[in-house]
């Protein structure tokens, strides 16, 4: 049954990244619709492994102008640095608590996340640095997005898409 399930995520997951979206239709909306079945029930106790692809910017500030001659406000405004890479989260659900480990390339730091969900929707904080993930979590994928927290010194806007690769529920691996 397990096997059975990973091959129909895999597969539905394979479907949507091929542009199953009808003429005119949003392929997010397509994906949305199509995962209305696939939404964790409030009690599932399992582990979903997600990749995918991520891909952000972050903004450092500059020091504060001692002048006002162009290259000091140039220097105050900071560096942008865009960054994205290949994406990979283990999620383990107990009921609605959630906790998990990243990875990734492309500027992406390992990480634990510890966080909560209701319904679809997941909402994960960065162990290390405080970063909050907002997403829709589902048994085929993970959408989101990660900032930093306001009044950070950097700046951090990351895009998350990813599929689930490997499903675990833990009540039926205890039959």
């Known amino acids: 049954m397990i096997l059975f399930r990973r091959i129909v995520i895999a597969a539905s997951a394979f479907a949507l990244s091929q542009g199953g979206a009808s003429a005119g239709q949003k392929p997010s909306a397509t994906a949305e619709a199509a995962a209305v079945g696939d939404v964790l029930p409030p009690d599932f106790r399992g582990r979903i492994t997600y990749a995918g692809t991520h891909e952000g910017r972050v903004t450092t500030p500059g020091p504060m102008p001692r002048r006002l001659d162009l290259r000091s406000i140039a220097r105050a405004a900071g560096r942008t640095r865009e960054y994205g890479g290949a994406y990979e ?87």
């Open 89 to 175: 989260l283990v999620l383990e659900f107990d009921g609605n608590a959630l906790s998990g480990r990243v990875s990734g390339t492309g500027g992406l730091v390992a990480t634990t996340l510890s966080g909560t969900r209701r319904g679809d929707r997941c909402r994960l904080i960065d162990d290390r640095y405080g970063t909050i993930t907002e997403a829709r979590c589902t048994a085929s994928g993970f959408t989101g997005t990660a900032r930093t927290q306001p009044g950070s010194r950097q700046n951090m806007t990351m895009e998350i898409e990813a599929s689930a690769v490997d499903f675990v529920d833990a009540e039926r691996e205890d039959q």
